[in-house]
């Protein structure tokens, strides 16, 4: 059983540019959420999705936006990227089902983006 | 203020020591959760909890509701334990959604041979 998995591991744009990285969640899980973590810090919350919208949103601008494909997989793009958006990105995945699903998160091995 | 604060920062410890790690939130919760990261970056769930004490191998984690602070504790500390602990909070359930996590900075462990 495979668990959440990120692509690619590591990513190297310029500023001004747009990129997109992508998550596959757990199986059996329906439900991705998105979190930045600069280094030093504790990851921050961007957003949730569960049945392909947007639920919940952190303190992000219209810049970060994403998607959720019918197989629960999603996508994460960042437009116009600015040098403080060099982070870690995190994906985790959890079985929500209507609200009673787990509360455990299952977290991927991030993806390194570097904005130059 | 953060919603959530954790203590301390930093902590060396040597082999066989006894670890504590602590959490204090501000914010109502449905959950606590321990989790650990290792350099490179790959996070860990150890624990969840909503009330009581929960214990895995030689981890042990506590939660005073009341309060609104949890432990992490490490008996018989090993180099292996060497990694960034992390204390998020989940905010109640609304409309069947569910909520975010909150996370602390961390707690960077050394443990040294």
């Known amino acids: 059983d495979a668990g959440v998995t990120q692509s690619p591991t590591h990513l190297i744009k310029t500023r001004g540019q747009q990129v997109t990285l992508r998550c596959s969640p757990k199986?059996?899980?329906?439900?991705v959420s998105w979190y930045q973590q600069a280094l030093g810090q504790g990851p921050q919350f961007i957003f949730q999705?569960?049945?392909?919208?947007?639920?919940q949103r952190g303190n992000f601008p219209d810049r970060f936006s994403g998607h959720q494909f019918p197989n629960y997989s999603s996508e994460l793009n960042v437009n116009a990227l600015l040098l403080g958006d060099s982070a870690l990105y995190l994906c985790?995945?959890?079985?929500?089902?209507?609200?009673?699903?787990?509360?455990?998160?299952?977290f991927g091995p991030g993806t390194r983006l570097t904005v130059l | 203020k953060n919603e959530v604060e954790q203590s301390p920062q930093n902590l060396t410890a040597q082999e066989g020591e006894f670890i504590t790690i602590n959490c204090s939130y501000s914010?109502?919760?449905?959950?606590l959760h321990w989790l650990q990261q290792h350099p490179g970056g790959g996070i860990v769930s150890l624990f969840m909890?909503?009330?009581g004490k929960k214990k895995h191998g030689r981890l042990i984690a506590t939660i005073n509701i009341q309060e609104k602070h949890s432990s992490l504790h490490i008996t018989a500390s090993h180099p292996r334990d060497s990694a960034v602990y992390i204390c998020?909070?989940?905010?109640?359930?609304?409309?069947?959604?569910?909520?975010?996590?909150?996370f602390g900075k961390g707690t960077k462990l050394s443990v040294k041979p």
């Open positions: 985790a995945s959890t079985w929500t089902s209507g609200g009673w699903g787990t509360d455990t998160q299952y």
């Open positions: 199986s059996g899980h329906d439900t």
């Open positions: 999705y569960y049945e392909e919208e947007e639920r």
């Open positions: 914010v109502g919760i449905s959950a």
């Open positions: 909890l909503s009330s």
């Open positions: 998020a909070v989940r905010p109640p359930n609304y409309g069947g959604s569910q909520g975010n996590l909150i």
